[in-house]
């Protein structure tokens, strides 16, 4: 699956799935730019890029402010010329129990994770349309899909959902897909902090897998390329499930079941 002539625009490239996107679509023969608030890092992931024989961009961004979103979109087709793919990563956890977050964690959650994507599509909407071709990309998550706390979080990703089928409904007619990704846990450095207290964390959510492990960036970053490249040409409004089982059904409590019927 190559993407050949493609100028990627990912958002959150410096670290974790962003950056592990951005070296994939970079194989794949992909012009990719990494935007994030974290300058280092993207530059960092633009580096890991261009060693490996690509070619890319690091460039700063706020995806909650308007003016960053414009800047940074507006500074990447100066540079290169055009997006033809956007990929919307870049996100944030804060808070858990509707009772404890207060209305700034709440705002700021739903401001990086809802807002942005939907300020980012704004901003490169009418190139793509104008070129009658172009994918936008979503990476929401399993908390979008059922209910797991994290309020303000899971309520943003749920939203993303819709956000996508909206897009691919009115835009398909422009020749732009619109495509979702619900990643299961991931093992990413925004877990640093948790497993230097927990260090067996993630042995323990792997449990609740039916694959026995969680994820690697790469594996978000495999299904990425699919849903960006002419493979999948003819979907659109799809929200495809990334999780090792998780969400198909309720393992842990079928294995639960299945011993207290044997016992009986």
């Known amino acids: 699956m190559r993407l050949p002539q493609t100028i990627a625009f990912v958002t959150g490239g410096a670290s974790g799935i962003g950056r592990a996107i951005c070296q994939r679509f970079a194989a794949e ?26 070619r890319g961009l690091a460039l700063r961004l706020e995806v909650s402010s308007a003016a960053s979103v414009q800047q940074a979109v507006s500074e990447a087709q100066h540079q290169i010329g055009r997006i033809d793919v956007l990929v919307n990563n870049a996100g ?4 858990n129990d509707i009772l404890t977050i207060d209305e700034a964690t709440w705002e700021q959650t739903v401001a990086i994770n809802l807002k942005g994507p939907y300020l980012c599509a704004k901003a490169v909407l009418p190139g793509m349309i104008g070129r009658k071709r172009g994918v936008i990309l979503t990476i929401g998550s399993v908390n979008g899909l059922t209910g797991m706390g994290e309020e303000p979080y899971s309520a943003a990703k749920a939203g993303l959902v819709n956000f996508t089928r909206n897009l691919a409904l009115r835009y398909g007619k422009d020749g732009i897909r619109a495509n979702l990704i619900a990643p299961g846990t991931v093992e990413t450095p925004i877990w640093q902090a948790r497993v230097a207290h927990e ?12 694959l026995g492990r969680v994820g690697q960036p790469e594996d978000i970053a495999s299904a990425a390329l699919f849903l960006c490249s002419e493979e999948s040409s003819w979907i659109t409004g799809a929200i495809l499930p990334v999780d090792g089982g998780l969400t198909a059904g309720l393992y842990r409590f079928g294995e639960t079941l299945q011993g207290e019927s044997t016992e009986e």
Do not use: H, K, M, Q
């Not at 260090?199 to 039916?210: E, M, Q, S």
């Open 199 to 210: 260090p067996d964390v993630f042995d323990r959510l792997a449990a609740w897998y039916p």
């Open 29 to 54: 023969g992909a012009v990719i730019v990494a935007a994030d608030r974290d300058v280092a890092g993207a530059n960092e992931t633009v580096r890991l890029v261009t060693d490996a024989g690509g």
């Open 92 to 95: 944030v956890s804060r808070g």
